[in-house]
């Protein structure tokens, strides 16, 4: 994820760059795919091919985005399931205005089904395999991925480097196999907890849409492959002790946005109130299996 900021509220919008801009990327630009108040993304075409232009807003950036490209290029070079960011006149990173361009391959494919069992089955054996690959990598200077920044985690197994938001929205079925993309909230803490965070992704959208039964069925499918994939125990404990955690860290963020990741800083008071709500309904953090 981008650096806590103080002062983005009042920052001005950018508007997109100009041609001569698009130009010294080497890009031809097409359609914008998706956009928010950090960052824009587009199709483009570059050298024949198409790729996706990631713009981030250059003022609201610290020191961890950088190193977390420096983390998905090397990933990329070990598993082919990672999209990572392709080099542009040997930076992983180029300045257009106040933008910071990004640029990476352009997949396309299918999202997982959350109800398909050999599409939940695929997710964790693939999550399974991204945690042998962060294990291979040498360590990094990046911080706890934001939910548990202030978590005690002791009685979690030892912290690595881990994804920060495995759900079906980053993971892509394609014509070249699975492939993940979206690191931005890279950072360290134990696998158990992003096993446990992808449920909680789960749970959360099954209560948003009243269908509890969905989620029980996600879990254990889910797990088990986990499970068979890594050679892990996982224990269940465990993970409810962390989506337990990721509750607490959605209230703590509600109650206190300026504490707040960008996106529920900048929410909708209607939006924050349904996170509320969800909250209240997990006991507050108090999380058992449903």
């Given at each position: ?37 950090q ?9 024949g ?32 399931t ?41 997710m ?53 196999g ?52 890594s050679?892990?125990v ?23 946005p ?33």
């Open positions: 994820m981008l650096g806590p900021m103080t002062e983005e509220e009042s920052l001005e919008p950018l508007r997109p760059p100009d041609d001569t801009a698009w130009s010294s990327l080497g890009v031809t630009v097409g359609p914008e795919l998706h956009g928010g108040h960052s824009r993304v587009f199709k483009a075409e570059r050298d091919q198409a790729v996706v232009v990631k713009l981030v807003d250059g003022r609201l950036v610290d020191r961890a985005f950088h190193v977390r490209l420096e983390v998905v290029a090397a990933l990329a070079t070990i598993d082919d990672v999209v990572g960011p392709i080099p542009t006149n040997g930076r992983l990173v180029t300045p257009l205005d106040d933008w910071l361009a990004v640029v990476s391959p352009f997949v396309a494919g299918a999202q997982p089904d959350g109800r398909a069992e050999r599409d939940v089955r695929r964790a054996a693939t999550l399974a395999g991204l945690h042998q690959s962060f294990d291979r990598l040498d360590s990094f200077d990046l911080p706890r991925v934001v939910a548990l920044a202030d978590a005690d985690v002791s009685g979690f197994g030892t912290p690595q480097l881990l994804h920060g938001d495995f759900s079906h929205t980053n993971v892509m079925f394609s014509d070249r699975v492939r993940v993309i979206d690191f931005d909230d890279c950072g360290y803490g134990p696998v158990e907890f992003e096993v446990g965070n992808t449920l909680y992704m789960a749970l959360f959208d099954a209560a948003m849409s009243s269908e509890t039964s969905r989620y029980r069925r996600f879990r254990e499918c889910f797990v088990d492959a986990y499970r068979s994939a050679g892990r996982v224990p269940d404990a465990l993970l409810d002790r962390a989506i337990s955690l990721r509750v607490e860290a959605l209230g703590r963020w509600v109650e206190h300026e504490t707040a990741p960008i996106g529920i800083r900048n929410a909708t008071v209607a939006w924050r109130d349904g996170l509320r709500a969800f909250v209240q309904s997990q006991g507050g953090g108090q999380h058992t299996q449903l």
